[in-house]
């Protein structure tokens, strides 16, 4: 398999304030123009699984709206956790309502609306770096956890009906966690995952695209033009991409 998590995908209306934003929130670099700014880690390259970035590209409108997909932060201690949530706030961002209910977690809004967490402590997100998971609603977390483990050649560290936890076949970088949400609202697409195939070379993309298809993917991109990049739905209908040489 070739296919590794590149980049979670954000809209924003203004790219660069909100590059801004999740780059002092991160510790991570903000670059880019003409309506798209990249937030990375300087110390750490792609393909290494811990140098997923996030991509935020500017739209006309983008509703603040419920998404399938968010981030969510990790924390060192109770002390960390709480600092962190201050400066986040101080940054901009503002408490959010997710009916999370009583949870040790805090749920919070970006500037832009999209909402993200700060997990408490936890051993498992102690080398994740600064983003613990990348978090995808679903109905079935073992149907999907299993299209998603063998669309990018993850491990599955825990299955149940309620969620799957996956990471990097290296056991690096941040888990993808699959969460069972009785209640999906209809997909919004304002955030999502772009993969790629490693090493970006000519034919790879399609090879990739083809062999998605055959363990469940759907193409989605039927009139959005002639793009480097491919839009598919995994069996659940959420949208992601499959890059290519530009």
């Known amino acids: ?57 500017s739209v006309p409108d983008p509703e603040t709206v419920d998404t399938r997909v968010h981030l969510e932060l990790g924390s060192g201690s109770a002390a960390h956790h709480a600092e962190l949530v201050a400066r986040l706030r101080d940054l901009g961002a503002t408490p959010a309502d997710a009916g999370q209910g009583n949870v040790p977690w805090t749920v919070l ?47 599955a560290h825990e299955v149940t009906d309620e969620h799957a936890l996956l990471r990097s ?35 790879l993309q399609a090879a990739e695209v083809a062999r998605l298809e055959g363990i469940g993917a759907t193409r989605a991109d039927a009139g959005r033009g002639d793009f480097p990049w491919k839009v598919m739905t995994d069996p659940e209908g959420n949208e992601f991409c499959v890059l290519g040489p530009a």
């Open 109 to 155: 809004s970006d500037p832009e609306g999209n909402t993200f967490c700060v997990q408490e402590p936890r051993e498992c997100h102690r080398d994740t770096g600064p983003i613990a998971a990348v978090v995808l609603d679903c109905a079935d977390p073992r149907a999907t956890g299993r299209f998603w483990a063998e669309a990018m050649g993850w491990t």
């Open 169 to 203: 076949a290296e056991n690096t970088g941040p888990y993808l966690e699959l969460v069972r949400t009785p209640h999906l609202k209809g997909v919004r697409h304002r955030a999502h995952l772009d993969l790629a195939p490693h090493p970006f070379e000519a034919g």
């Open 1 to 57: 398999m070739t296919l590794r998590l590149f980049e979670v995908n954000l809209k924003a209306r203004d790219d660069a304030a909100l590059g801004r934003f999740w780059a002092q929130a991160l510790g991570w670099t903000a670059s880019g123009a003409g309506g798209a700014t990249t937030v990375k880690p300087s110390d750490v390259a792609w393909p290494d699984a811990a140098a997923v970035r996030v991509d935020i590209i």
